[in-house]
C-alpha cells in the first residue's frame, strides 16, 4: 500500500506536467480563434462596395502574423501540443493490480493542428480577384470553425486531466490514512503484548517470592 501511494504520487507529478502543457495549448487555441473571428468580420467587411481592399489586407496580414506568433509561444517546457499535424498522445493516469499483475492505465488525447489553420487563413488575399469574396469569407469561416473546435477539445482534454487527478489525490490520501490506521493498530497490538508480558513478569516475581518464604515458613515451625 505504501509503494502504490508512492507511485500514485509520481503519477500525478506527470499529469500536472501534462495538464500544463494541455493548458497552454488550449489558450493559444483559444487565442487563434478570437484572431480567426476578427478575420472573418475583416473579410466580411471586405465584401462592401466602396471599400480599400488594400487596408484591408494589411489587417489580415497583421492578424495572421499574430496568430503565428501565438502558435509559436503556445508551447509548456518544449512540449509543442498544436504546431504540427494531429497525433494521439497517451498519458499515464494510474496503476492497478489484480491477481498479482501489475500494469498502468492511460487515456489518449489528440493534438491540434493550428499551424494548418494560420497557413490557410494567411493564404486568403482580398484583393485578389481568381476566387470570390463570397469564397474567400466561407474559406475563413471554416478555419475558424476549426480554431473553435481546437480549443474545445484541448479544453475537454484539460478537464479530464484535473478530474484523474482529483481523484488521485483522493485515492492516495485514502491509502495514507489506511496505511496510518494499520500502524497504529500494530502499535496498539504491540502494546498490549507488551503490558501482558509486564503481567506474567510480575506474576513469576511474585509466585517465586511465594516460593522462597514457604522453606522459611516451615523452617519456623521446629523453633
Known amino acids: 500500500m505504501s509503494a502504490d501511494s508512492g507511485m500514485f504520487k509520481a503519477v500525478n507529478e506527470g499529469l500536472t506536467s501534462t495538464k500544463n502543457s494541455v493548458a497552454t495549448a488550449r489558450l493559444g487555441a483559444e487565442t487563434v480563434s478570437d484572431l480567426a473571428e476578427q478575420m472573418v468580420e475583416r473579410i466580411a467587411f471586405a465584401q462592401g462596395n466602396g471599400i480599400n481592399k488594400e487596408d484591408v489586407q494589411s489587417?489580415?496580414?497583421?492578424?495572421?502574423?499574430?496568430?503565428?506568433?501565438?502558435?509559436?509561444?503556445?508551447?509548456?517546457?518544449?512540449?509543442?501540443?498544436?504546431?504540427?499535424?494531429?497525433?494521439?498522445?497517451?498519458?499515464v493516469t494510474g496503476i492497478t493490480r489484480s491477481g498479482g499483475s501489475f500494469a498502468t492505465t492511460t487515456i489518449s488525447f489528440d493534438t491540434v493542428n493550428l499551424q494548418s489553420i494560420h497557413d490557410n487563413l494567411a493564404a486568403i488575399d482580398v484583393t485578389d480577384s481568381g476566387s470570390?469574396?463570397?469564397?474567400?469569407?466561407?474559406?475563413?469561416?471554416?478555419?475558424?470553425?476549426?480554431?473553435?473546435?481546437?480549443?474545445?477539445?484541448?479544453?475537454?482534454?484539460?478537464?479530464?486531466?484535473?478530474?484523474?487527478?482529483?481523484f488521485?489525490?483522493?485515492?492516495?490520501?485514502?491509502l495514507d490514512s489506511g496505511i496510518s490506521s494499520m500502524v497504529d493498530a500494530n502499535m496498539e497490538e504491540e502494546a498490549a503484548r507488551l503490558q501482558a508480558y509486564q503481567v506474567q513478569q510480575q506474576l513469576a516475581t511474585q509466585s517465586l517470592s511465594i516460593a522462597n518464604q514457604a522453606p522459611q515458613n516451615i523452617l519456623s515451625l521446629f523453633r
Open 132 to 166: 470570390t469574396m463570397e469564397a474567400k469569407l466561407q474559406a475563413a469561416e471554416t478555419e475558424l470553425a476549426l480554431a473553435v473546435t481546437a480549443a474545445s477539445s484541448l479544453g475537454v482534454t484539460e478537464k479530464t486531466l484535473e478530474g484523474q487527478q482529483m
Open 59 to 91: 489587417e489580415l496580414e497583421a492578424l495572421a502574423g499574430r496568430i503565428q506568433s501565438t502558435i509559436d509561444q503556445a508551447t509548456f517546457n518544449g512540449d509543442d501540443l498544436v504546431g504540427a499535424a494531429s497525433t494521439s498522445v497517451s498519458v
Open 168 to 174: 488521485l489525490e483522493s485515492l492516495t490520501d485514502t
